[in-house]
């Protein structure tokens, strides 16, 4: 089991940058792939980012490809995303999540999700 609680989101403007974290407690944070997944209003979620247990092997969408990086602080037991060049698109609540290996990530699914934080991009 673990609780996963994102903080970091807001409001910027299109080319700014934000960075989103996750902590994770309840359970063994070094056990767990970590990524992170996004929202749209009236859209699925999608997958966004990944990262394996240990920090490397990191994976990401397209369209993030280049802009956004996933990286993890196994001591602190958090994930962060830092988004860069920001775009309107890139608006929606975004959600950490965990789950054994990072391929289940990849493949959009998880075992553990977080509440969401809310990024909005304008225009």
């Known amino acids: 089991q673990v609780q996963l609680a994102e903080s970091g989101g807001g409001l910027v403007q299109a080319g700014g940058s934000l960075r989103l974290s996750c902590a994770a407690s309840?359970?063994?944070?070094?056990?767990?792939?970590m990524g992170w997944f996004r929202q749209a209003p009236e859209k699925e979620r999608e997958f966004v980012a990944a990262?394996?247990?240990?920090?490397?092997?990191?994976y990401y969408a397209d369209s993030v490809k280049g802009r956004f990086s996933i990286s993890r602080d196994n001591a602190k037991n958090t994930v962060y995303l830092q988004m860069n060049s920001l775009k309107p698109e890139d608006t929606a609540v975004y959600y950490c999540?965990?789950?054994?290996?990072?391929?289940?990530?990849?493949?959009?699914?998880?075992?553990?999700w977080g509440q969401g934080t809310q990024v909005t991009v304008s225009s």
């Open positions: 990262i394996s247990t240990s920090g490397g092997l990191p």
């Open positions: 999540a965990a789950a054994r290996v990072s391929s289940t990530l990849v493949r959009g699914r998880a075992g553990y």
């Open positions: 309840g359970g063994s944070f070094n056990s767990y792939a």
